[in-house]
């Protein structure tokens, strides 16, 4: 109410400015104070009798004509603005009736425009405007829904974390999520792949299979394309993929909604679904979101003043870590603020907006992915005051669907569940000087720069991993491949292989794939060595490496580790070189070594449990995509009426178990109906890519 006083006022002093025959000054003229004073007195009164007298008028002409009314309304509005201005004191004020009536018309279009655009950031104004255009002004009555199925909302946080989640509960950041468990909700933990990315959790939780997501991109020899999750040809090839693999359409096959997903977990209903933007033609229905949401003005005018504000408060925080030099850092120049402010308002209103089109439409099952805080935890780190912000906002999106929810014609129950956390640290490349594609071309006694030949040869900047000796053996391996590699004797070889292929380096945070295209096969380690001898041992013995993964022609597949450490992955287990990244890594890194599209070394960045930090092989300082920390431990939060997710004493990993338990609850509430397990007839390719709606051609990914 001030703000729109305040620019009435501001639009009268305007008004009597440009038109002569509106006066708010005496006759022999007074201070801008006084004429100012007289203005906001005026703005008010006006204001007041509109909010007064107005719905008195109206209701006494609801007999009048329409098209008679339509003409009254703005003499009645100019008799009120003169009544404003008869009322103010000393008789300042003073306007020719037909200039009162344009006066009050453009007084009542600007404060009602003020008015608009400072109620569409309320979320109270806004549930209000969305219940009225849905018809439910009243919440929903228990009696009327008495035995009707109730509908179930996945909301995924992503990059939240199962610590980071206790984290603001208890520091109050998220009080609608404290309420929750405070009435009884299961907050379980679970493990992720060695893959913890969104990529290979959001296939695996929608789509029950994330078999050969070896990473968030990966390249492929078979068909020589990099696949990475978040291209749309990449993703859709993914869903194809898991569906001919499962033999059905995925969570959301009936009755569902996808929102804002890599993949449409079958759904019919999709809005900002990735593997959906890859069809081409009017059948894409993911785009569609963005059209029924900015369809309407007042969404538009909400989401357009909180995209400006997010890009401010950005430039703002990014400005700030940099004047006090905080550390680790990232650059967060360019279009990231746009970047940023996509994710954490354009994407989320959106999301969220239909997610409770979906809810008061009464559908079954909806799934939803909130990626706000993932995308600001990347370039400002997993911990602090730009990611608790963040989950403010997240906990506000998540009350406001709860609110929403009550107006429902079904009842919900409300699922939160996070595809993977994020681990923060000094990126690779700030703590060593050189990249890892840097290192592996220096292994393989190809060129590298001048940088990189003045670093430090393997010494970290801060002490985070590895003794001397350790880091004396990277050095010496470096070196030596910087001049030219040595054969398997100790002695300098006289020339490389002519003409081979340089590998392919590929980074998924603190993960790294290394390929080699000219070799149609996965390499083994025996090959690698005659090919490039000083390579793995540069790897391994890095002190910013954590373990290296490799086929081999005599173990099968071995993990490689500083201090000349050699274990068949057979025998691999968590209490051998991988003992450091916690339990259950054994059996992830022995899982992915299986897959078709393994690289031919998988490196996995060192892990200090002391201070949780990892080295993102990417520009940042809170990663995920390998082992180590925060990264791999997600949760799942489900109201007391769902089963336990698991037994007493059971853990949940896997992204598949995961889908396995959402699944068992659908069928718990009656829901859309998946198959237990493979169909008994493997369906055909084209059968089965028959439940994927993607009929159009579909635009292919570039090879880099």
Known sequence: MVAVWAVSTLTMLLLAGLLPDFQLQSANGDSFTRTALT??????????????????????????????????????????LLVA?????????????????????????????TSTALAVRDDAAYRRRLY?????????????????????????????????????VADGLMPTVAGWLDAGHRLTPWRTDWSSQTGASQLGILHGSNEDVPAFRWYEKDTGRIMVSNRPASAVELQRRAVRRTGDGGLLTVDGASRGNLFS???????????????????????????AYFSDPANAVRTAGSLVTECVREMYQSTRALLRRETPRVSRGGTYPFVRAFATVVERDVVVSAVMGDMLAGRTAVYADLVAYDEVAHHSGPHGRDTDQVLKRLDRAIALIATVAEHAPRPYRIVLLSDHGQSPGETFESAYGLTLKDLVRAGCGLPVSRRVRRTRWGHPRTESGGGSEARDAARDALRNALHRPVDERGETARELPARLSEPVVLASGNLGLVSFPDVPHRMT??????????????????????????????????????????????????????????????????????????????VNSMYDPATGTVHAFEEQIGSHGGLGGEQSHAFLLSPPD???????????????????VLRRWLRESSGPQVPLGPLQISPSASSSESLLPVDDPVAQDKKH
């Open 85 to 113: 201005l008869w009322l103010i004191p000393d008789g300042r004020g003073t306007a020719d009736p037909e200039t009162a009536v344009v006066v009050a018309a453009v007084m009542s279009a600007v404060a009602s425009g």
């Open 39 to 80: 203005a906001a007195t005026a703005a008010g009164v006006f204001g007041l009798l509109g909010a007064l007298v107005w719905p008195v008028i109206v209701r006494a002409l609801l007999l009048v004509p329409a098209l008679v009314l339509g003409l009254l309304v703005f003499f009645l509005n100019g008799s009120l």
């Open 525 to 602: 380690r025996e090959e690698i060595d005659r090919r490039h001898p000083a390579l793995l041992r540069t790897l391994a013995h890095h002190p910013g490496v954590g373990f290296v993964l490799v086929a081999s022609a005599e173990h099968g597949s071995v993990v490689l580790a500083r201090d000349g450490v050699e274990v068949p992955v057979a025998e691999l287990a968590d209490d051998g070189p991988l003992a450091v990244f916690g339990r259950g890594a054994a059996r992830a890194v022995r899982r992915t070594d299986g897959f078709p599209h393994v690289a031919d070394i998988m």
């Open 642 to 660: 769902l089963s336990p997710p698991v037994g007493e004493g059971e853990e949940l990993v896997g992204a598949e178990q995961v889908h396995r």
């Open 265 to 291: 977990g079958g759904a019919d209903q999709l809005a900002l679904v990735l593997s959906m933007a890859a069809r081409r033609g009017r059948r894409n229905r993911s785009r569609a979101g963005y059209f």
């Open 132 to 168: 009225r255009l849905t018809g439910r002004t009243r919440p929903r009555d228990p009696v009327d829904t008495a035995g009707v199925v109730p509908g179930t909302v996945f909301l995924q946080l992503d990059g939240v974390g199962h610590h980071v989640l206790r984290g603001a």
